[in-house]
């Protein structure tokens, strides 16, 4: 069972964590023209890496706003998979985790096994 000194810790790491995301820009998502070929090229890769950048940050917010959630619901720091406790020291290192590590690996697993088929169907 966790501590009321433990447990707001971490309420205070995870709003700590959503306002340093929170405060993050968007400059990368600038459209530059460029009448250069190879201007145009690398500034369309700057713009999908900033893509893919901004969508892992918005999932990273989502997670840290559910795991805000979860504190207020009672539930943070029991493993959404098998409702184990996640040990203290994986909230400490990942406070926005909804698994315990067992069931994380199993996750991954599923998760990269649901790539490959949709990577081999393409």
Do not use: H
């Not at 995870?14 to 145009?40: F, H, M, Q």
């Not at 706003?65 to 040990?87: D, K, P, V, Y």
């Not at 909230?91 to 990269?112: F, H, K």
């Amino acid at each position: 069972m966790m501590t009321k000194i433990e447990l707001n810790g971490f309420r205070r790491a995870l709003e700590n964590k959503a306002a340093e995301i929170g405060s993050g820009n968007r400059e990368g998502l600038v459209i530059e023209t460029s009448s250069d070929e190879l201007d145009r090229v690398q500034n369309a890769n700057d713009r999908d890496y900033a893509m893919s950048n901004l969508e892992r940050t918005s999932n990273r917010l989502g997670e840290v706003r559910t795991a805000l959630q979860r504190i207020g619901l009672g539930t943070f720091g029991i493993c959404a998979g098998c409702e184990a406790s996640i040990t203290l020291k994986r909230l400490a290192a990942v406070p926005w985790t909804s698994y315990c590590i067992v069931c994380q690996e199993i996750a991954d697993r599923e998760q990269s096994a649901d790539r490959s088929e949709i990577e081999v169907a393409a």
